[in-house]
């Protein structure tokens, strides 16, 4: 692949270093480091003068830090003269911040910031003509961009997996954990021609989850949680819970993003998941060494495809981002 260049920030080398595996490329030379006063500083190690550029780099782990490396990675490129910067981000940092939510018992506006917003403003200042991400977490967020934006989907993996890891996958019922993931369930139930269910929840405030309603019947199946993203995994072990208690014989968790953050591991450790399965678009090697229940699907695959049909202008939403 002529005039293609492939770097790696600092959040996750892993999948960058199986992206590059996978397109037969290696990766581009780079050093980042910190000055002693926290500043990030980024030297590009070798001539991008009319390449087509992407960098990798994930919003996790120390996600504000990361966010920076990357900006200034893209703007460090776009000054050497590169054709075109692509930021491959799995996983956007402050996905969840897409919108002002009502609060209290008189449905006031809050005063909250719409960050997804802001991140796509700084992106662009930075310099990137393209995105490619996976399962956003609000669609909507594309539209904060006035370059092109990529949503790649995770579901044609959750899909193969299914049908190789649970047995009895004909005999399966997918649930959403929250009504905002009813498209998202009944896609996949209607490719594995299985029934969905879902569940209402209640919260008090963020992170909490007060109660819980189910609605479709579970009993004698095998039951699969499907959700973008798990963070403090508060929402899908009270699911889990409440499968179990609605005659569920096994509950399984499909997870685009696994967090994991604060309690999380010890709650799944404690749930009654017979699995937890999240991509890596989130390193998960050390999570796992505490938690016995992750396993994880590896997605460079579609994002290595993704890379090779936006460097060769070929349609990229057409086989990722079209969801049946």
């Given at each position: 692949?002529?005039?293609?260049?492939?770097?790696?920030?600092?959040?996750h080398?892993?999948?960058?270093?199986?992206?590059?595996?996978?397109?037969?490329?290696?990766?581009?030379?780079?050093?980042?480091?910190?000055?002693?006063?926290?500043?990030?500083?980024?030297?590009?190690?070798?001539?991008?003068?009319?390449?087509?550029?992407?960098?990798?780099?994930?919003?996790?782990?120390e996600?504000?830090?990361?966010?920076?490396?990357?900006?200034?990675?893209?703007?460090?490129?776009?000054?050497?003269?590169?054709?075109?910067?692509?930021a491959?981000?799995?996983?956007?940092?402050?996905?969840?911040q897409?919108?002002?939510?009502?609060?209290?018992?008189?449905?006031?506006?809050?005063?909250?910031?719409?960050?997804?917003?802001?991140?796509?403003?700084?992106?662009?200042?930075?310099?990137?003509?393209?995105?490619?991400?996976?399962?956003?977490?609000?669609?909507?967020?594309?539209?904060?961009?006035?370059?092109?934006?990529?949503?790649?989907?995770?579901?044609?993996?959750?899909?193969?997996?299914?049908?190789?890891?649970?047995?009895?996958?004909?005999?399966?019922i997918?649930?959403?954990?929250?009504?905002?993931?009813?498209?998202?369930?009944?896609?996949?139930?209607?490719?594995?021609?299985?029934?969905?269910?879902?569940i209402?929840?209640?919260?008090?405030?963020?992170?909490?989850?007060?109660?819980?309603?189910?609605?479709?019947?579970?009993k004698?199946?095998?039951?699969?949680?499907?959700?973008?993203?798990?963070?403090?995994?508060?929402?899908?072990?009270?699911?889990?819970?409440?499968l179990?208690?609605?005659?569920?014989t096994?509950?399984?968790?499909?997870?685009?993003?696994?967090?994991?953050?604060?309690?999380?591991?010890?709650?799944?450790?404690?749930a009654?998941?017979?699995?937890?399965?999240?991509?890596?678009?989130?390193?998960?090697?050390?999570?796992?060494?505490?938690c016995?229940?992750?396993?994880?699907?590896?997605?460079?695959m579609?994002?290595?495809?993704?890379?090779?049909?936006?460097?060769?202008?070929?349609s990229?939403?057409?086989?990722?981002?079209?969801?049946?």
């Amino acid at each position: 692949m002529p005039n293609i260049v492939l770097f790696s920030g600092s959040s996750h080398h892993d999948l960058s270093q199986r992206v590059a595996d996978r397109l037969g490329l290696e990766l581009g030379k780079v050093v980042t480091k910190k000055f002693s006063n926290q500043e990030t500083s980024v030297e590009i190690g070798e001539s991008v003068r009319g390449e087509d550029v992407y960098i990798i780099q994930s919003g996790c782990g120390e996600i504000n830090d990361n966010l920076m490396e990357l900006l200034i990675m893209i703007n460090a490129c776009k000054i050497a003269s590169s054709s075109r910067v692509t930021a491959v981000i799995p996983c956007f940092p402050y996905a969840r911040q897409d919108k002002k939510d009502k609060k209290g018992s008189v449905e006031r506006w809050s005063r909250a910031p719409i960050s997804a917003k802001l991140v796509a403003n700084m992106l662009s200042v930075a310099g990137a003509d393209h995105i490619i991400t996976m399962d956003l977490h609000a669609s909507q967020i594309q539209g904060f961009f006035d370059i092109p934006v990529d949503n790649l989907y995770a579901e044609p993996a959750v899909l193969q997996w299914i049908k190789e890891n649970i047995p009895e996958w004909r005999n399966c019922i997918i649930v959403s954990p929250d009504a905002g993931g009813a498209k998202r369930v009944t896609s996949i139930a209607d490719r594995l021609n299985v029934e969905f269910a879902l569940i209402h929840k209640e919260r008090k405030k963020a992170n909490e989850v007060d109660r819980m309603v189910l609605v479709g019947d579970v009993k004698d199946r095998v039951a699969i949680l499907v959700d973008d993203m798990a963070d403090t995994c508060g929402t899908i072990c009270h699911a889990a819970d409440k499968l179990m208690s609605a005659g569920a014989t096994k509950v399984y968790a499909i997870l685009t993003h696994g967090i994991f953050s604060g309690p999380a591991l010890s709650r799944i450790n404690n749930a009654s998941f017979e699995a937890v399965v999240v991509t890596n678009t989130i390193p998960q090697e050390e999570k796992m060494k505490h938690c016995p229940k992750i396993q994880f699907i590896d997605i460079s695959m579609i994002l290595a495809e993704a890379i090779r049909r936006t460097h060769n202008g070929e349609s990229v939403s057409y086989l990722f981002s079209h969801v049946p």
